[in-house]
């Protein structure tokens, strides 16, 4: 018996992060855009107590309690009250450390397959609250689409989007990860260095208006990352990419989440296919990947 999924990564087109709360997070209002990039996760009942993991994956990865899908297989067990002896097979094409939720993907992938592989008749939104307890873009990873996410992200409201045509995006990626903790961490820093409080966090007006109309060119316009200033103090470097993909064509580009990514917002199809391959030729960046959004979140194979 074996389950197998998708689950996808995401940008956030907007990220606003509020003040540092007394529990080492920060309230944010982003906009979560999931993409058809994705990993696939397949769990099968073991005959060996416990949770076993295999990635087929380039990067480095911990398989013990860090790695977040046994810890969804872990929470959900738990949840449902029986043993977790399954293995764990992920196929990662998401970057790792990237800031593009790969992790997350993982455990809400592994979250909704062993759901299946149990059939524990638990509902989407048990589901979601459990996602929320194992990271702040777990809950996202399940839904997909372009949501609302408030809290620390794991609070999700639909948007209101044209949906008459997907946005096509160019995703440069680099070889070697940032610290999400780290990141906060530097642009609270940033903050405190300049004297500058932080305000209540929120998604702008402009950015709602532009996923309404559809315009690619105003999404473009309004995409924000208060990360952004943090992750190019980690790594000064994405400022050259950043520029290359500018001076490439793209319509947006910004840094993905807590980065490094930085993903470029091409008009269509064709467009993203000549970006990608002018951004290669840049060198500013060692992997580049095409993707489209909004994608669905996790899905049965
Ligand atoms: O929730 P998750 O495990 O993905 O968060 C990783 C780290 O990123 C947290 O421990 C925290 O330092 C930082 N973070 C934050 N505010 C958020 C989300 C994450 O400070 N809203």
Redesign the pocket.
């Known amino acids: 018996m074996s389950v197998t999924v998708t689950a996808p990564a995401k940008v956030n087109l907007s990220l606003s992060?509020g003040p540092?709360?007394p529990d080492?997070?920060?309230?944010?209002a982003t906009v979560f855009h999931a993409l058809s990039l994705h990993d696939t996760v397949t769990v099968s009942e073991s005959d060996e107590p416990g949770i076993s993991i295999d990635m087929r994956v380039l990067g480095v990865v911990p398989v013990d309690q860090d790695n977040?899908a046994m810890r969804a297989v872990q929470a959900l067990a738990h949840y449902v009250n029986r043993p977790g002896n399954v293995h764990v097979n992920i196929i990662k094409r998401i970057p790792i450390a990237a800031g593009l939720?790969g992790?997350?993907a993982d455990a809400a992938g592994a979250l909704v397959a062993c759901n299946e592989l149990w059939h524990t008749g638990l509902s989407m939104s048990e589901l979601t609250d459990i996602a929320a307890t194992?990271?702040?873009?777990?809950a996202f990873a399940l839904r997909g689409g372009t949501m609302v996410g408030t809290?620390?992200?794991?609070r999700l409201a639909p948007v209101l989007a044209a949906t008459s045509s997907p946005l096509h995006w160019v995703i440069a990626a680099s070889g070697t990860g940032l610290s999400?903790?780290e990141?906060?961490?530097t642009l609270d820093d940033i903050r405190e260095q300049s004297g500058i409080d932080a305000d209540e966090p929120e998604v702008s007006l402009d950015m709602m208006l532009a996923l309404r109309s559809g315009v690619v060119d105003d999404i473009a316009a309004a995409l924000a990352n208060d990360l952004q200033q943090a992750a190019l103090r980690l790594r000064p470097s994405l400022a050259r990419t950043l520029q290359a993909g500018i001076e490439s064509g793209a319509v947006g580009a910004i840094v993905s989440g807590?980065g490094p990514s930085c993903v470029f917002l091409a008009r269509d199809a064709d467009h993203s296919v000549d970006l990608a391959v002018e951004l290669s030729a840049s060198g500013t960046c060692d992997t580049i990947l095409r993707a489209t959004g909004p994608a669905a979140g996790v899905q049965l194979a």
């Open positions: 992060v540092l709360r080492g997070y920060h309230d944010i977040l939720a992790g997350s194992l990271g702040s873009d777990v809290g620390r992200g794991e999400t903790p990141v906060y961490r807590s």
